[in-house]
């Protein structure tokens, strides 16, 4: 890169987020129309979920706008050094595991230039994603499940929060659950993943069965009947300031951020958070609670089919570390070992 081009960069940098703001600025530029038949592919052929689209598109937006603004207007132009340039000058700062998933959209876009033939060589394919440090999995304070469903208000809440529990569902699968998945005949759940709408059957044991009786004999709060197939487990419900329901609607699924926001209350119920606080206890630590109980009791096999990963590598990474107990009761087994050769 010469002097003139390096200055671009920092431009460019500087420009990034005001020339990204509109979504169809990158479509704008030369490469932007090779970008947005990919996004369009990703939605069509591959499946991507809304979710995955919105991030994926960020992520090669901006790099497109970047590519530009260093005069590069064909693919074939575009060398490492170039992506390596625009990854360091976009997000060189940020964690290791944002710039892991960063590369990964790169590499991703480029190979599908590649298999579509508009490249003959990926230029991204040496880009290696950078390693994450290894980090102590959030879990939730002990006792925790029981403090929760020992303060939900209705039956729905406590099957809700079952769920979450004993059978680690994303927020998005909690948010997307309703009646009809819920099969007590063959006592199985039918759980539909906001991830390329998968779907996986989990088994049900225990306290979740009489959970689920509880919540199938209860009329609904704010309805007042009991469930129906259609229904969502959790729906979107019209609150006074008192805490009653003036109007709820359960043919419809409640909004990702109503179910932040229903997590938070049952938090504050439980008395685990002050009245008011929306953060701290993010709800997924249910979800790694589970898998870490699950890893520990039977498998990390286990956990990762019952979590609905698609890779065991997955699995591995999340979960696969030993904590600190368990390593000292690794090697209390070891020494136990020792003793009983000697």
Not at 121 to 133: E, G, M, N
Not at 229 to 249: I, Q, S, T
Not at 253 to 276: D, I
Not at 280 to 297: C, T
Request: charge should be positive.
């Amino acid at each position: 890169m010469n002097e003139p081009q390096l200055t671009a960069c920092a431009t460019a940098v500087r420009m990034l987020r005001a020339l990204t703001e509109a979504a169809d600025t990158y479509a704008q530029c030369p490469l932007g129309k090779i970008a947005a038949r990919w996004v369009r592919w990703l939605r069509l052929e591959r499946g991507a979920t809304a979710s995955t689209i919105r991030d994926y598109e960020g992520v090669i937006g901006r790099v497109v706008v970047m590519l530009d603004t260093m005069e590069l207007t064909a693919l074939e132009q575009v060398t490492i050094d170039d992506l390596r340039l625009v990854i360091d000058a976009l997000w060189g700062d940020r964690e290791p595991r944002t710039r892991a998933k960063v590369t990964s959209v790169i590499r991703s876009f480029f190979e599908w230039t590649l298999d579509e033939r508009y490249i003959d060589v990926s230029p991204a394919a040496r880009i290696r994603r950078p390693k994450a440090p290894q980090k102590a999995i959030p879990l939730l304070p002990d006792a925790t499940r029981d403090r929760m469903l020992g303060a939900a208000p209705t039956a729905r809440d406590v099957l809700a929060l079952t769920v979450l529990h004993d059978l680690g569902l994303r927020r998005n699968e909690l948010r997307l659950l309703q009646v009809r998945d819920l099969d007590l005949a063959r006592r199985v759940l039918v759980v539909t993943s906001g991830k390329g709408g998968k779907v996986r059957t989990l088994p049900l044991r225990g306290e979740i069965i009489l959970a689920a009786e509880g919540y199938l004999l209860d009329n609904l709060e704010g309805v007042g009947r009991q469930p129906l197939p259609d229904d969502y487990l959790l729906y979107p419900a019209k609150r006074m300031p008192d805490g009653r329901v003036e109007h709820a609607d359960p043919s419809r699924p409640m909004a990702p951020n109503g179910v932040h926001r229903w997590w938070y209350r049952m938090c504050v119920a439980a008395g685990l958070v002050e009245k008011g606080e929306t953060s701290g206890l993010h709800m997924h630590r249910a979800r790694h609670g589970f898998a870490m109980e699950m890893r520990r009791a039977v498998s990390l096999e286990a956990a990762s089919k019952a979590l609905g990963h698609s890779d065991l590598s997955t699995t591995m990474r999340a979960y696969g570390h030993y904590q600190d107990d368990e390593l000292a009761s690794a090697f209390d087994a070891l020494e136990r070992s020792r003793r009983e050769r000697t």
